[in-house]
T-cell receptor
């Protein structure tokens, strides 16, 4: 049981390049999330998907787009990477889609992204 | 902004109980307290959560005060592998039930 799987684990980009971070979960969860973590800071929510077919902005959505491809997969795209997007990106999922859900979020091991 | 305050760091002797405090004086009646930990920049690992009753699972116990303004995470027999940053989080009901991470407590378990 892999849980939440993120690919790639590491990536270096040049300013202006684009890339897609992949996330897949095998727990049959409805909700999925993308967070970023910067040095010395807690995680901040970028986008989330409460259920298949829906996506919504979080606290720091600028410069990102997401796609909920199916129930298992939720991808994060950087269209034109900027140095300020250098960060560690974490994907998470949780069991219920309701905004009143108290089911815990389970996290992947992250993608470490550097933009030069 | 995080709705919790935690000590920046704590030490604990291996084999002893680790008691990690957290203040959340502005918590609302229907907001849950969650605890996660993060080891060596791995993904945050879920530990436990609760609303107002004390909770226990195979990893830890969570003690929530009656007024719900503070809580304590207890690791009953700390090991070296419990060295990590521990986050106390009040889960808000906006943005899909997002978790607002603060600075956390860096717990060092020493031999």
């Amino acid at each position: 049981n892999a849980g939440v799987t993120q690919t790639p684990k590491f990536q270096v980009l040049k300013t202006g390049q684009s890339m897609t971070l992949q996330c897949a979960q095998d727990m049959n969860h409805n909700s999925m999330y993308w967070y970023r973590q910067d040095p010395g800071m807690g995680l901040r929510l970028i986008y989330y998907s409460a259920s298949e077919g829906t996506t919504d902005k979080g606290e720091v959505p600028n410069g990102y787009n997401v796609s909920r491809l199916n129930k298992r997969e939720f991808s994060l795209r950087l269209e034109s990477a900027a140095p300020s997007q250098t960060s560690v990106y974490f994907c998470a999922s949780s069991a219920k889609g309701s905004i009143y859900s108290n089911q815990p979020q389970h996290f992947g091991d992250g993608t470490r992204l550097s933009i030069l | 902004d995080a709705k919790t305050t935690q000590p920046t760091s704590m030490d604990c002797a291996e084999g002893r109980a680790a008691n990690l405090p957290c203040n959340h004086s502005t918590i609302s009646g229907n907001e849950y307290v969650y605890w996660y930990r993060q080891i060596h920049s791995q993904g945050p690992q879920y530990i436990i959560h609760g609303l107002k009753n004390n909770e226990t699972n195979e990893m830890a116990s969570l003690i929530i005060t009656e007024d719900r303004k503070s809580s304590t995470l207890i690791l009953p027999h700390a090991t070296l592998r419990d060295t990590a940053v521990y986050y106390c989080i009040v889960r808000v009901w906006e943005q899909g039930g997002k978790l607002i991470f603060g600075q956390g407590t860096e717990l060092s378990v020493k031999p």
